[in-house]
């Protein structure tokens, strides 16, 4: 998903397109990122998650080769739209397979969430520097080409490895998985988080669209787009691989009594941050774009974490469905909205936008602190207790 941003620069030489056109496309490919998560979590739950991952990574694949032999612009935003079809079903399934294992007890879903953060972070960080480096050696059809590949060997081995392995979470008495509607099991403490996760998808759709290129842009020597492209590609991996210590310091605070103040705290800073990108140019933009890093992809710990306490295991797959389709579907249009500023303003006016609207997260989260009585200085629940206690607010 991260191949276009990191090639965006030259699909712009190539078809003589502007910044709102681009955002569009990307736009297109995060529409059906968001739209078919939903769905996708629901059949995790039906059919078993190993299955829906391996037909993310077939799919993914075939996508990714489409687009690379694709001649012009239809054939890139079509390829594009269906890679993020493809796409959607990965979270939704890899996240209900740790809300499976909620009941071992919080510090461990915290961390587990933490670990699957850093190892997807090595994949965001790779993606800007490997899709540019193929992409100035050999066009940026070739990196789709490339991204095509993994898949095709994965997802046998996901596929039958997982299904036989005894520690397969989903592996569990069919008692353990009845059916229900999940508008039965909505309280407020979810409906809060599933709006943090709407925020947090748009911002994190605005920002990486543009990411690589504003670093080409704002972060190294003007020069040909070629040498911006692999410049803004190396800066936006490096900001990226920082976010690998962010979800590692977040699964680990995630077992504190203090949660819900760290991730009120770690909002501001990302809003900070992000007004500290718009405002500022080379070394110290860079060092603001891996301070970025490190706060928001905490973030994607502690919501995602908080969202599995709040969740019952049977709908994990569901309930995370809805979360990326909110974050996702909603979000895609950051990268048309932000396109259209950059167009208008300039790109540091896209880090400045979203800072402000990162500001009104703060509001959403001490407004899920005051429901779940972390304000009152009421631990919501002891680190390492059963998870499936009321919460002081009654929910």
Request: some cysteine; proline content about 6%.
């Amino acid at each position: 998903m991260l191949i276009f941003p990191a090639v965006l620069l030259l699909v712009q030489q190539e078809f003589g397109l502007g910044y709102a056109s681009l955002g569009v496309f990307a736009n297109v490919a995060l529409l059906g990122y968001g739209v078919g998560a939903l769905p996708a979590g629901m059949l995790a739950d039906r059919l078993g998650s190993h299955r829906i991952l391996s037909i993310w990574l077939v799919g993914g694949s075939l996508a990714c080769l489409s687009i690379g032999l694709s001649a012009g612009p239809v054939g890139l935003v079509i390829g594009l739209a269906v890679l993020g079809l493809f796409g959607s079903l990965h979270h939704p399934a890899g996240s209900g397979v740790l809300v499976a294992l909620r009941n071992v007890g919080s510090p461990e879903v915290g961390r587990a969430f933490g670990l699957t953060g850093v190892l997807g972070n090595v994949g965001l960080a790779a993606s800007p520097i490997i899709a540019a480096t193929v992409a100035v050696w050999w066009g940026w059809r070739s990196a789709f080409l490339v991204g095509a590949i993994p898949g095709v060997f994965l997802a046998p081995l996901l596929w039958r490895n997982y299904l036989r392995s005894s520690r397969n979470p989903e592996h569990r008495p069919p008692a353990r998985r009845r059916r229900t509607a999940l508008w039965n099991d909505l309280t407020l403490p979810l409906l809060l988080l599933f709006a943090l996760e709407t925020l947090m998808g748009f911002v994190f759709q605005g920002f990486s669209t543009f990411l690589p290129a504003y670093l080409s842009e704002r972060a190294s020597i003007p020069g040909l787009t070629v040498a911006r492209v692999a410049r803004g590609g190396s800066f936006a991996s490096l900001a990226l691989l920082f976010g690998g210590l962010g979800h590692l310091l977040a699964g680990r605070l995630m077992a504190t009594r203090y949660r819900e103040a760290v991730l009120l705290v770690s909002m501001g800073f990302t809003a900070l941050f992000l007004f500290g990108m718009g405002a500022t140019t080379g070394l110290p933009l860079v060092l603001f774009s891996i301070a970025l890093s490190v706060a928001f992809f905490s973030l994607g710990t502690m919501s995602n974490t908080f969202i599995a306490f709040h969740t019952p295991p049977y709908l994990g797959g569901t309930s995370f469905g809805i979360t990326f389709t909110l974050g996702f579907g909603v979000g895609s249009l950051a990268s048309s909205a932000m396109g259209v500023i950059a167009q208008r303003f300039g790109l540091p006016a896209v880090f400045l936008s979203l800072g402000m609207v990162v500001a009104g997260g703060v509001a959403l989260a001490l407004s899920f602190g005051h429901v779940v009585g972390a304000w009152s200085r009421k631990p919501t629940q002891p680190a390492g207790a059963p998870l499936h206690g009321p919460h002081p607010s009654g929910h």
